[in-house]
């Protein structure tokens, strides 16, 4: 079950978007507001898998509003504007509905963060049953061929618009037809972590943090403000 949260300032979109989504068997409308302030409030102390925000709101839009919570579910957004989708999609949203919308379109966007969604537990419950070993490692496609690749030797992987190129220990790199997210969700979560909106780092090969900058070896790899609050709770250090 995806538990849901829905943000705003329409009570009318609010009670259809929660008349759809009742029509859907394995979402629950966990929350809904009208403020997005009372939202922000609420999010930043409950936990939530997916987020249906809308993006013109008074006082705070919806790329606002993305950019200062410290919790990172996924995100569809439903709005009369299309102008934001362009940031929206900078900011990892799933997917970006024009009101109004029918059902058929919101069950697709669902559908999407359903697949995601199992996708990520799916890759957590493995990481969590089998201790991360030296022999552990994916398979990618690449220059026509299929590739293995030692999780070891991952250094940090960089989305580049329609691939990612996967950078490794040994100075090499390799190129494939993949979206960031796709490759996120089938990496294990205690050893990878999403720093920016491009960039996935290997927690392990870390050498130190400055200046809004992990370097690792001779790379520089940038920590988005958006990713920082989960970064360091991750990372844990010492004061």
């Known amino acids: 079950m995806i538990e849901c949260v829905a943000v705003d300032d329409e009570p009318l979109a609010i009670e259809l978007l929660s008349e759809h989504l009742s029509r859907i068997p394995y979402v629950h409308l966990k929350a809904s507001f009208n403020s997005p302030f009372e939202a922000m409030l609420w999010m930043n102390n409950n936990p939530a898998d997916l987020l249906f925000i809308d993006m013109e709101m008074p006082g705070l839009n919806g790329i606002q509003f993305l950019k200062s919570i ?11 504007y299309n ?21 058929e379109r ?15 537990q799916s890759a957590q419950e493995k990481t969590e049953t089998n201790t991360l070993n030296d022999d552990a490692a ?24 329609d691939y990612v190129k996967i950078h ?23 050893q990878f972590l999403r720093v920016h909106r ?4 290997s927690l392990s090969k870390i050498d130190c943090i400055e200046r809004g900058r992990i370097r690792i070896g001779s790379h520089e790899v940038p ?10 709770s991750r990372i844990k250090p010492i004061n």
Request: aromatic fraction near 14%; charge should be positive; glycine fraction near 4%.
């Open 138 to 161: 994916l398979f990618v496609k690449s220059d026509y061929k299929t590739v293995k690749i030692f999780l070891r030797d991952i250094l940090f992987i960089e989305g580049l618009k």
């Open 223 to 232: 920590l988005s403000d958006s990713f920082k609050d989960a970064f360091f």
């Open 83 to 103: 102008q934001y989708a362009i940031d929206g999609f900078q900011l990892d949203v799933l997917d970006y509905l024009l009101k109004p919308y029918a059902f």
């Open 168 to 190: 490794l220990g040994n100075g090499k790199t390799i190129v494939t037809l993949l979206g960031l997210k796709q490759l996120e969700a089938n990496l294990p979560i205690q």
């Open 106 to 120: 919101l069950l697709k966007a669902v559908n999407k963060a359903w697949e995601y969604y199992h996708l990520r």
């Open 70 to 80: 410290k919790s990172h579910p996924m995100v569809i957004v439903t709005s009369a």
């Open 198 to 201: 491009s960039y996935i780092v």
